[in-house]
């Protein structure tokens, strides 16, 4: 890859375009080098965190928007994903691996988004929404 490429998509909060994002985010990992397996989890994580902006964080609201940035580079690509909801505590998410959370439908979009990726923060920004980044990282051999 010869220099850094940054990617920015705004889309409205329906699940129809999450498809979209998913190509976007796969092919920018491409971009930054990383094997057709790796560049589908990044694609997967980010999809994941783009669901969660949009029913979540948005309640589906179309005139909401979810943003998403995309970057890669030498070192990998990170992608960060803006919301305008309240914001969540990570930690009280409960766990789908455990007790009764292992039966519901729902509730494994964090736990494969921290399967797929090398670093996962969060920041609620007051009055702007959440925002998750995403990171996936080169080794270098």
């Known amino acids: ?8 998509i ?8 999450v498809d979209l994002v998913h190509e976007a985010s796969q092919k920018m990992a491409e971009l930054a080098g990383f094997e057709e397996g790796d560049a589908l989890n990044v ?3 980010v999809r994941e965190a783009v669901i969660n902006a949009i029913v979540h964080g948005n309640q589906r609201d179309p005139s909401r928007d979810v943003k998403v940035t995309l970057e890669a580079g030498e070192a990998g690509v990170t992608a960060s994903v803006l919301d305008h909801g309240q914001g969540f505590d990570v930690d009280a998410t409960p766990d789908p691996r455990k ?8 509730g494994r979009g964090l736990l494969m988004i921290r399967a797929f990726v090398d670093k996962v923060a969060f920041r609620y920004r007051e009055g702007r929404g959440m925002e998750i980044t995403l990171v996936k990282e080169k080794r270098t051999p």
């Open 99 to 106: 007790g009764d959370n292992l039966l519901k439908t729902s």
């Open 10 to 17: 705004t889309i409205p909060s329906e699940v129809r375009l």
């Open 43 to 45: 694609g997967i994580a």
């Open 1 to 8: 890859m010869a220099a850094a490429t940054t990617v920015r």
